[in-house]
């Protein structure tokens, strides 16, 4: 069965800092990996994802994220954060047709962005 | 038009009242889905509906009833629930359940139910 873990519950940043959000992955096969954003009482936004190639995903907003299959990882990153980067974090792994092409997400990391 | 909307925003109900959820998407996507998300929680997957017909349920009770009545509306009809439902339900869509799951599902906003 697939399965997303995110270590951090919340990790605050101070604006202009860097920030890397991790996420580790179970997966049988070749992971479908996401990441999405979703602000207070919002749905999900799509930030980036990853299937094949390049393993340095590049999304929207200044969003970067980097898949190493030997860390079953596929952590978020941003060189510079902005106040308006304090949402909930998700990280999914997507299913084949089979399943719905389900999409199992981790517990979420919550930012806070300091002035 | 490339978003996902759903109506209501905010819907407070009774245990014995009969309500429904709307989400709808003009993007000719063929896969729908509903999701709920309990509060600091992350979505979990209830209904995937393909080309109209219910492919996935993901063992939600009988008080949560989805329909799909055209390939750009997808419903939640709701009766009997019971306080521990109230969450963020959320819908949503896809272009089809293809071979692989590459393409990324597009989210309305959802709608915060509230049961009382």
């Known amino acids: 069965a697939q399965s997303v873990t995110q270590p951090d519950i919340h990790i605050t940043v101070s604006e202009g800092a860097s920030l890397e959000l991790r996420c580790n992955y179970s997966?049988?096969?070749?992971?479908?990996l996401f990441w999405y954003v979703q602000s207070p009482g919002q749905g999900l936004q799509l930030l980036l994802k990853?299937?094949?190639?390049?393993?340095l995903v590049q999304g929207i907003k200044g969003f970067e994220a980097e898949f190493k299959r030997s860390q079953s990882s596929f952590n978020l990153r941003k060189p510079s954060v902005h106040w308006s980067d304090a949402a909930e974090y998700f990280c999914?792994?997507?299913?084949?047709?089979?399943?719905?092409?389900?999409?199992?997400f981790g517990g979420g990391t919550r930012v806070l962005v300091k002035p | 038009d490339t978003e996902v909307t759903q109506t209501p925003k905010h819907l407070v109900m009774g245990m014995t009242n009969k309500k429904s959820l709307k989400c709808e998407q003009h993007?000719?996507?063929?896969?729908m889905y509903w999701y709920k998300q309990k509060a600091k929680k992350p979505p979990e997957l209830m209904f995937v509906?393909?080309?109209?017909?219910?492919?996935i349920n993901e063992s939600v009770p009988s008080r949560f009833s989805p329909e799909c009545p055209n390939s750009s509306l997808l419903n939640l009809h709701l009766h009997a629930l019971q306080p521990e439902d109230s969450a963020l339900y959320l819908c949503?869509?896809?272009?089809?359940?293809?071979?692989?799951?590459?393409?990324?599902?597009?989210f309305g906003p959802g709608t915060r139910l509230t049961v009382l």
């Open positions: 949503a869509s896809k272009p089809s359940l293809a071979r692989t799951p590459y393409n990324e599902q597009f």
């Open positions: 997966y049988g096969a070749t992971p479908y």
């Open positions: 990853y299937f094949s190639g390049d393993t």
């Open positions: 999914a792994v997507g299913a084949r047709p089979a399943a719905g092409n389900k999409l199992t």
């Open positions: 993007m000719g996507h063929r896969a």
């Open positions: 509906y393909s080309y109209e017909k219910l492919s």
